[in-house]
Protein backbone atom coordinates (compact mmCIF):
# COMPACT_ATOMS: atom_id res chain seq x y z
CA UNK A 1 0.00 0.00 0.00
CA UNK A 2 1.24 3.69 -1.02
CA UNK A 3 0.94 6.48 1.69
CA UNK A 4 1.26 9.62 -0.15
CA UNK A 5 1.73 12.95 1.50
CA UNK A 6 1.00 16.25 -0.03
CA UNK A 7 2.32 19.23 2.26
CA UNK A 8 0.98 22.41 0.68
CA UNK A 9 1.18 26.01 3.06
CA UNK A 10 -2.68 25.67 4.27
CA UNK A 11 -2.88 22.04 4.78
CA UNK A 12 -1.15 18.88 4.23
CA UNK A 13 -3.15 16.07 2.47
CA UNK A 14 -2.62 12.37 3.04
CA UNK A 15 -3.78 9.38 1.12
CA UNK A 16 -3.29 5.54 1.20
CA UNK A 17 -3.10 3.73 -2.37
CA UNK A 18 -3.97 -0.15 -2.16
CA UNK A 19 -2.89 -0.47 -5.75
CA UNK A 20 -6.39 0.09 -7.65
CA UNK A 21 -7.97 2.77 -5.46
CA UNK A 22 -7.65 5.11 -2.46
CA UNK A 23 -8.62 4.04 0.42
CA UNK A 24 -8.49 6.54 2.76
CA UNK A 25 -7.20 10.55 2.93
CA UNK A 26 -7.11 13.06 5.56
CA UNK A 27 -6.21 16.87 5.91
CA UNK A 28 -5.13 18.41 8.31
CA UNK A 29 -3.81 22.20 8.73
CA UNK A 30 0.33 23.08 8.22
CA UNK A 31 1.49 24.36 10.98
CA UNK A 32 5.75 24.59 11.63
CA UNK A 33 4.97 24.78 15.13
CA UNK A 34 3.69 21.22 15.55
CA UNK A 35 6.89 18.90 16.52
CA UNK A 36 7.46 15.49 14.50
CA UNK A 37 6.62 14.00 17.82
CA UNK A 38 3.38 16.05 17.76
CA UNK A 39 2.18 14.84 13.98
CA UNK A 40 3.54 11.59 14.85
CA UNK A 41 0.95 11.11 17.30
CA UNK A 42 -2.35 12.74 14.62
CA UNK A 43 -1.37 10.30 11.89
CA UNK A 44 -0.64 7.64 13.60
CA UNK A 45 -4.57 8.21 15.38
CA UNK A 46 -5.74 8.75 11.89
CA UNK A 47 -4.41 5.39 11.01
CA UNK A 48 -5.96 3.61 13.97
CA UNK A 49 -9.52 5.05 12.45
CA UNK A 50 -9.53 3.64 9.17
CA UNK A 51 -8.51 0.33 10.98
CA UNK A 52 -5.61 -0.08 8.54
CA UNK A 53 -2.39 -1.64 9.84
CA UNK A 54 0.34 0.74 9.13
CA UNK A 55 2.39 -2.40 8.35
CA UNK A 56 1.04 -2.63 4.99
CA UNK A 57 2.09 0.54 3.66
CA UNK A 58 5.39 -0.80 1.98
CA UNK A 59 6.13 2.89 -0.41
CA UNK A 60 5.38 6.72 0.67
CA UNK A 61 6.45 9.49 -1.14
CA UNK A 62 6.22 13.24 -0.24
CA UNK A 63 5.89 16.19 -1.73
CA UNK A 64 6.20 19.42 0.08
CA UNK A 65 6.25 23.30 -0.57
CA UNK A 66 6.85 24.17 3.20
CA UNK A 67 10.55 23.23 3.83
CA UNK A 68 10.64 23.79 7.60
CA UNK A 69 7.57 20.90 7.54
CA UNK A 70 9.50 18.58 5.18
CA UNK A 71 12.06 17.23 7.51
CA UNK A 72 9.83 16.33 10.16
CA UNK A 73 7.47 15.04 8.09
CA UNK A 74 9.89 12.44 5.92
CA UNK A 75 10.61 11.48 9.94
CA UNK A 76 7.18 10.77 10.94
CA UNK A 77 6.69 8.64 7.76
CA UNK A 78 9.70 5.98 8.32
CA UNK A 79 8.14 5.69 11.42
CA UNK A 80 4.80 4.74 11.13
CA UNK A 81 5.56 2.81 7.85
CA UNK A 82 8.89 1.97 7.92
CA UNK A 83 9.72 3.11 4.69
CA UNK A 84 12.11 5.12 3.08
CA UNK A 85 10.11 8.25 1.77
CA UNK A 86 10.62 9.03 -2.16
CA UNK A 87 11.35 12.96 -1.76
CA UNK A 88 9.25 14.62 -5.07
CA UNK A 89 11.69 16.78 -7.00
CA UNK A 90 12.47 17.67 -10.67
CA UNK A 91 14.49 14.67 -10.83
CA UNK A 92 11.75 12.34 -9.91
CA UNK A 93 9.34 13.55 -12.58
CA UNK A 94 9.48 11.08 -15.53
CA UNK A 95 7.31 11.64 -18.20
CA UNK A 96 8.14 15.54 -18.07
CA UNK A 97 10.86 17.05 -20.25
CA UNK A 98 13.45 18.10 -17.21
CA UNK A 99 14.76 21.13 -18.99
CA UNK A 100 11.26 22.42 -19.35
CA UNK A 101 10.97 22.55 -15.92
CA UNK A 102 11.44 25.96 -14.35
CA UNK A 103 13.48 26.38 -11.69
CA UNK A 104 11.33 27.30 -9.19
CA UNK A 105 7.91 25.61 -10.09
CA UNK A 106 7.00 24.00 -6.85
CA UNK A 107 6.84 20.50 -6.42
CA UNK A 108 2.52 20.36 -6.11
CA UNK A 109 2.57 21.72 -9.43
CA UNK A 110 5.26 19.52 -11.13
CA UNK A 111 3.12 16.86 -9.65
CA UNK A 112 -0.35 18.21 -11.35
CA UNK A 113 1.80 18.34 -14.76
CA UNK A 114 2.75 15.27 -14.39
CA UNK A 115 -0.58 13.76 -13.98
CA UNK A 116 -1.76 15.94 -16.32
CA UNK A 117 -0.21 14.84 -19.28
CA UNK A 118 -0.54 11.18 -18.24
CA UNK A 119 -4.22 11.71 -18.64
CA UNK A 120 -4.11 13.65 -21.98
CA UNK A 121 -0.45 12.27 -23.53
CA UNK A 122 -1.47 13.82 -26.76
CA UNK A 123 -2.87 16.97 -26.28
CA UNK A 124 -1.63 20.69 -24.55
CA UNK A 125 -3.38 20.46 -21.03
CA UNK A 126 -3.92 23.17 -18.25
CA UNK A 127 -4.53 22.29 -15.12
CA UNK A 128 -6.14 24.49 -12.85
CA UNK A 129 -5.63 23.81 -9.12
CA UNK A 130 -7.99 25.67 -6.00
CA UNK A 131 -5.90 25.71 -3.62
CA UNK A 132 -4.15 28.36 -1.04
CA UNK A 133 -3.21 29.82 -3.99
CA UNK A 134 -5.25 29.58 -7.49
CA UNK A 135 -2.53 27.74 -10.22
CA UNK A 136 -2.62 27.25 -13.57
CA UNK A 137 0.22 24.74 -14.68
CA UNK A 138 0.25 24.37 -18.97
CA UNK A 139 2.31 21.49 -20.46
CA UNK A 140 1.94 20.14 -23.82
CA UNK A 141 2.06 16.84 -25.87
CA UNK A 142 5.49 16.62 -25.96
CA UNK A 143 6.11 16.93 -21.55
CA UNK A 144 7.39 20.28 -21.81
CA UNK A 145 6.04 22.13 -19.18
CA UNK A 146 4.95 26.17 -20.93
CA UNK A 147 5.35 27.37 -17.33
CA UNK A 148 2.27 28.70 -15.00
CA UNK A 149 0.39 30.87 -13.67
CA UNK A 150 -0.59 32.24 -10.15
CA UNK A 151 -3.07 34.17 -8.33
CA UNK A 152 -4.78 34.39 -5.17
CA UNK A 153 -7.43 31.32 -4.25
CA UNK A 154 -10.58 31.77 -3.48
CA UNK A 155 -10.24 31.08 0.65
CA UNK A 156 -7.39 33.05 0.43
CA UNK A 157 -9.04 35.88 -1.18
CA UNK A 158 -12.32 35.65 1.43
CA UNK A 159 -9.95 35.73 4.10
CA UNK A 160 -8.16 38.62 3.09
CA UNK A 161 -11.39 40.89 3.23
CA UNK A 162 -12.34 39.41 6.47
CA UNK A 163 -9.05 40.25 8.17
CA UNK A 164 -8.72 43.71 6.47
CA UNK A 165 -12.19 44.97 6.83
CA UNK A 166 -14.17 45.84 9.63
CA UNK A 167 -17.55 44.85 8.60
CA UNK A 168 -16.66 42.11 6.29
CA UNK A 169 -17.94 38.96 7.53
CA UNK A 170 -16.62 35.74 7.02
CA UNK A 171 -18.87 33.41 4.73
CA UNK A 172 -19.26 29.64 2.98
CA UNK A 173 -18.56 30.01 -0.84
CA UNK A 174 -21.39 28.43 -2.72
CA UNK A 175 -22.87 29.71 -6.01
CA UNK A 176 -24.98 32.94 -5.69
CA UNK A 177 -28.44 33.15 -7.00
CA UNK A 178 -27.89 36.48 -8.14
CA UNK A 179 -24.60 38.53 -9.62
CA UNK A 180 -26.12 41.85 -7.53
CA UNK A 181 -25.92 40.87 -3.68
CA UNK A 182 -28.78 42.24 -1.55
CA UNK A 183 -26.07 41.80 1.89
CA UNK A 184 -22.84 41.44 3.06
CA UNK A 185 -23.20 37.26 2.42
CA UNK A 186 -24.66 37.66 -1.48
CA UNK A 187 -22.45 40.41 -2.39
CA UNK A 188 -18.89 38.13 -1.18
CA UNK A 189 -20.47 34.92 -2.87
CA UNK A 190 -20.76 37.20 -5.76
CA UNK A 191 -18.14 38.50 -6.08
CA UNK A 192 -15.84 35.16 -5.45
CA UNK A 193 -17.85 32.89 -7.34
CA UNK A 194 -18.65 35.04 -10.08
CA UNK A 195 -15.28 36.92 -10.36
CA UNK A 196 -13.46 33.79 -9.76
CA UNK A 197 -14.86 31.73 -12.54
CA UNK A 198 -14.75 34.83 -14.93
CA UNK A 199 -10.57 35.09 -13.92
CA UNK A 200 -10.63 31.40 -14.90
CA UNK A 201 -12.23 31.33 -17.90
CA UNK A 202 -10.43 34.40 -19.18
CA UNK A 203 -7.14 32.60 -18.60
CA UNK A 204 -8.12 29.71 -20.54
CA UNK A 205 -9.03 31.98 -23.23
CA UNK A 206 -5.78 33.96 -23.24
CA UNK A 207 -3.90 30.84 -23.16
CA UNK A 208 -5.41 29.15 -26.17
CA UNK A 209 -5.06 32.10 -28.02
CA UNK A 210 -1.11 32.71 -27.04
CA UNK A 211 -0.61 29.48 -27.94
CA UNK A 212 -2.37 28.97 -30.89
CA UNK A 213 -4.29 25.66 -30.37
CA UNK A 214 -6.91 23.70 -28.24
CA UNK A 215 -6.16 22.34 -24.61
CA UNK A 216 -7.61 20.05 -22.66
CA UNK A 217 -8.75 21.71 -19.01
CA UNK A 218 -8.29 19.39 -15.65
CA UNK A 219 -9.46 21.22 -12.17
CA UNK A 220 -8.57 20.48 -8.86
CA UNK A 221 -8.59 21.30 -5.70
CA UNK A 222 -10.81 21.56 -2.60
CA UNK A 223 -13.16 24.25 -4.48
CA UNK A 224 -12.89 22.69 -8.14
CA UNK A 225 -16.21 20.81 -7.30
CA UNK A 226 -18.14 23.77 -5.88
CA UNK A 227 -16.72 26.17 -8.65
CA UNK A 228 -16.95 23.84 -11.77
CA UNK A 229 -20.82 24.74 -12.74
CA UNK A 230 -19.52 28.47 -13.92
CA UNK A 231 -16.99 27.57 -16.02
CA UNK A 232 -17.28 27.52 -19.10
CA UNK A 233 -13.67 25.31 -20.44
CA UNK A 234 -13.53 22.74 -18.51
CA UNK A 235 -13.04 18.68 -19.32
CA UNK A 236 -12.39 16.89 -16.00
CA UNK A 237 -13.26 17.91 -12.53
CA UNK A 238 -10.37 15.93 -10.92
CA UNK A 239 -10.34 16.34 -6.72
CA UNK A 240 -7.10 13.77 -6.16
CA UNK A 241 -5.33 15.00 -9.27
CA UNK A 242 -2.57 16.15 -7.28
CA UNK A 243 -2.12 13.02 -5.52
CA UNK A 244 -2.96 11.09 -8.45
CA UNK A 245 0.19 12.72 -10.06
CA UNK A 246 2.45 11.62 -6.78
CA UNK A 247 1.49 7.79 -7.58
CA UNK A 248 2.40 8.48 -10.67
CA UNK A 249 5.73 9.64 -9.85
CA UNK A 250 6.05 6.84 -7.27
CA UNK A 251 4.90 4.32 -9.56
CA UNK A 252 7.70 5.20 -12.18
CA UNK A 253 10.21 5.55 -10.12
CA UNK A 254 9.60 1.93 -8.65
CA UNK A 255 9.60 0.71 -12.27
CA UNK A 256 12.88 2.01 -12.84
CA UNK A 257 14.65 1.14 -10.68
CA UNK A 258 13.58 -2.77 -10.84
CA UNK A 259 14.79 -2.53 -14.50
CA UNK A 260 17.79 -1.46 -12.66
Same mark, same amino acid.
Given at each position: ?15 ? %?? +? ?8 ? !? ?40 ? $? ?25 ? $? ?17 ? %? ?24 ? +? ?17 ? @?? !? ?15 ? +? $???DEAI ?18 ? =? ?19 APLL ?5 ? =? ?13 ? @????QKKE
Open positions: MLLVVDIGNTHVVMAL %HD +GSSWVADWRI !NSDVKKTSDEYYVIIESMLKQTNLDPKLIDASIICSVVPNLT $RSFEKVVKTVSNTKPLMVSHETANGIV $RESIPPELGFDLLSNAVAG %HHCYPNNTVMVIDFGTALTFTTVNAK +GEILGASIAPGLITAVNSL @FN !NTAQIPQVQLKIPTSAI +G $RDSRSGIMFGFSGLVDSMIERT =RKELNCEIKVIITGGLSQTIHHVDDV =RPKHTLDGLKIIMDT @FTQN
